[in-house]
């Protein structure tokens, strides 16, 4: 079921975790890179699409830690899940 709060540009999101985030993991730059060039998890990044962009970022911030890190990761895992629901 999709949920009625207001969802943010992922470009939005990728400053937010770049002024959170010190050193980003050398794993997770390229994907916050690719973040900063996408509005919504439906654009795509050269040859990716936003919903792979936001899943390998998720999968390679695991050591990204805090209420912070929690905030960000909670409502990009929402967008992945609102996207999954919206496809079918």
């Not at 730059?29 to 899943?55: F, P």
Request: one cysteine or more; a positive charge; hydrophobic letters at 40%.
């Amino acid at each position: 079921m999709k949920t009625n709060t207001k969802v943010r540009p992922l470009y939005v999101i990728a400053n937010e975790i770049r002024q959170n985030w010190k050193p980003i993991h050398s794993d997770a730059v390229g994907y916050v890179e690719a973040l900063e060039c996408l509005n919504t998890i439906k654009d795509s990044y050269i040859m990716d699409g936003g919903r792979e962009i936001v899943a390998r970022f998720l999968n390679n911030a695991r050591t990204w830690q805090g209420d912070k890190a929690r905030e960000i990761k909670k409502e990009l895992n929402a967008m992945l899940k609102d996207s999954y629901v919206s496809i079918s």
